[in-house]
């Protein structure tokens, strides 16, 4: 029978001490503030967006709330990253992606300041990941990263294969499982036997965006399937990448949509905050 890698109970405890944290920093007049922008009416953002707000009530973080219309230009969403980068109260900034295709992502990631850059989109933190220093590690791949601790499993000499190659989750992922000494395989669109290549995974970590894609007997029995895939079907359901039903036979563990990785993302982010705000204290003593 394969263990469930509850997500939403995983990123409870990491709430839990967060709020510790939070309430030890507000004891030397520091409160971790966390700027949430978000640009348009795309309906998956503002449902992100609700969560990780309320997610900052929870454990103490003050939320600064920047809804901007579709419209917005450019240069108006520039002064408010500048504007915000100049903030000391603002410990963190996140912009909800995508931005409208009018707005030129890439300028606005890299006009954070990437010591305010929680999500860890910044090249510098990306930078920082691949020199294996420390830096931001984006939330996504780390809440993954702990998901498999939280089983005490040994990635050491193990072969990882991860399903996508996005900036935000699989080629980072790869990264910091690569850190951990596993062996790994990054599989993308054009990938040839791509079934042939996760039955040989110890690890599996689907990152594609296409509802159930990864059947259930291409699961290598005993091995750890990660679900990061959030698709919802035409019956409004949401389902993972991975074809749960059929991969729960073989898996040793696996993540289930939702619940799973999804709660883990917004954890991290979190504690990214947290961080920034206690190097900002360090900075300052
Ligand atoms: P992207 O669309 O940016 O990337 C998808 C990747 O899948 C690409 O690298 C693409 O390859 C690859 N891919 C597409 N089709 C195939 C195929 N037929 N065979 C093999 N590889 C394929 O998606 P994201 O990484 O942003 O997100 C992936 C999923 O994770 C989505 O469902 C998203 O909603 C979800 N997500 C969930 C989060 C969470 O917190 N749980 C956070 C972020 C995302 P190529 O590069 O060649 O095009």
Redesign the pocket.
């Known amino acids: 029978m394969a263990t469930i890698l509850d997500g939403k109970k995983i990123s409870q405890e990491i709430k839990r001490v967060l709020a510790d944290e939070v309430r030890l920093l507000k004891e030397d007049n520091i409160v971790p503030g966390l700027a949430v922008v978000l640009v348009g009416e795309n309906p998956a953002s503002r449902v992100y967006v609700r969560n990780k707000r309320k997610s900052c009530a929870e454990v103490g973080i003050r939320g600064f709330d920047h809804n901007l219309s579709e419209a917005t230009p450019q240069n108006e969403l520039e002064a408010l990253i500048d504007k915000l980068n100049g903030d000391a109260n603002v410990h963190g900034i996140l912009v909800q992606l995508p931005l409208p295709s009018h707005i030129d992502e890439a300028s606005i990631l890299l006009r954070i300041d990437p010591a305010k850059d929680v999500d860890g989109f910044h090249p510098v933190n990306m930078g920082l990941l691949v020199s294996g220093l420390p830096g931001f590690r984006p939330c ?1 791949p780390s809440g993954i990263m702990t998901m498999l601790d939280s089983i005490g499993y040994n990635l050491s000499g193990k072969h990882a294969v991860v ?4 900036k ?3 080629k980072p992922a790869a990264l910091m499982l690569l850190e951990r000494h596993a062996t790994v395989t990054i ?5 040839e036997d ?1 079934p042939g290549i996760v039955r040989s995974a110890d690890v599996v970590v689907a ?4 509802p159930q894609f990864i059947k259930g007997d291409w699961i290598k029995p005993g091995a750890v399937v990660i679900d ?4 919802r079907t035409g019956d409004g359901q949401l389902v993972g ?1 991975v074809d749960f039903e059929g991969a729960v036979k073989n898996a040793y563990a696996i993540t289930p949509v939702p619940g799973g ?2 709660p883990m ?1 917004i954890a991290m982010l979190l504690k990214n905050t947290v961080d920034a705000a206690k190097k900002h204290r360090s900075a300052g003593t």
């Open positions: 996504t399903v996508g190659r996005s935000i989750v699989g599989c993308h669109s054009r990938t791509l990152a594609v965006g296409r990061v895939g959030i698709n990448d990785v999804g993302t």
